[in-house]
């Protein structure tokens, strides 16, 4: 009984000590990660003030570099609880590593989002805030990861796409925008008149609208509708301000032409009835 006792003894002072030295090192890491991620984000945050970094550029690396700092403490985590409980390393990780390479050989997918993520990253294809279409999707880029990007499409809906399939990406946010409003009129209209109407419109959007860097201005005659002839109307504008000057033009345009007498073609059916000889 002694013995027993003995044993029971030795593995309840061998739990409680492992338990203990589990916990110390539990709270250990709850302070050191947040700290950690605190850091990480000050220091990218003073050298985009220093190197004069774009706010976008700044948020994919931050996301980038914490998703790859939580994995790093997790396994520095793992290593160390087995060096607490005292299982050696050694076979552990020779182990893992016979484990990674039968995993190699049937996750090439996984390897070539990867490798296509790294030179996604490398060469600034996309960034956080964007507005971007591949793959099939357009929307917001919310995160650029090694392995997969999310899109939010303008219906919110959010997109979680592997990186090599992301073959072909349009970025919509580098550089100035293009805003094109096509109007029709009547072909019983006269078109130096509506263009001058649409000229002055443009005017005032010139003086007016900061978001505008070039133009507007009117292009003239784009095209002959079946029940009108269609004017264009080009400028160039701030990032992501084309879609809403847009839709400012079409709605001055239509007051004007509407001041002016100006009419804008909508459909029209003819009905026709003979009347049969009694």
Known sequence: MDFIQDIFND????????????????????????????????????????ENVSEGRIKTLEKLILNVYSYVLLFIFIVMIFGIIGLPLGPLLAGAGVLGLAIGFGAQGLVSDVVTGFFILLERQIEIGEYVTTAGYNGIVEEVGLRTTKIRSFDGTLNFIP??????????SR?????????????????????????Q?????????????????????QSFGSSDVVLRVLG?????????????MRKRIKEMFDKTGIE???????????NADR
């Open 264 to 274: 804008i073609p909508y459909p029209h059916q003819v009905n026709i009835s003979k």
């Open 163 to 172: 990186n090599r399939e992301m073959i072909g990406v349009s970025n919509h």
């Open 201 to 221: 419109v443009c005017d005032e959007f010139k003086e007016n609208d900061e978001r505008f860097v070039e133009g507007p201005d009117v292009l003239g005659v």
């Open 11 to 50: 593995a309840l002072g061998a739990i409680v000590t492992y338990g203990l030295r589990i916990i110390l090192l539990v709270i250990a890491f709850l302070i050191v990660a947040p700290i950690g991620k605190k850091v990480i984000s000050s220091s990218l945050a003073k050298a985009s003030r220093r």
């Open 236 to 248: 160039q504008t701030a990032n992501m301000q084309q879609f809403a000057v847009e839709r400012d």
């Open 175 to 199: 550089g100035t925008m293009r805003a094109l409003v096509d109007i029709g009129i009547s072909y019983d209209d006269n078109i130096d008149q509506a263009m001058g109407v649409l000229q």
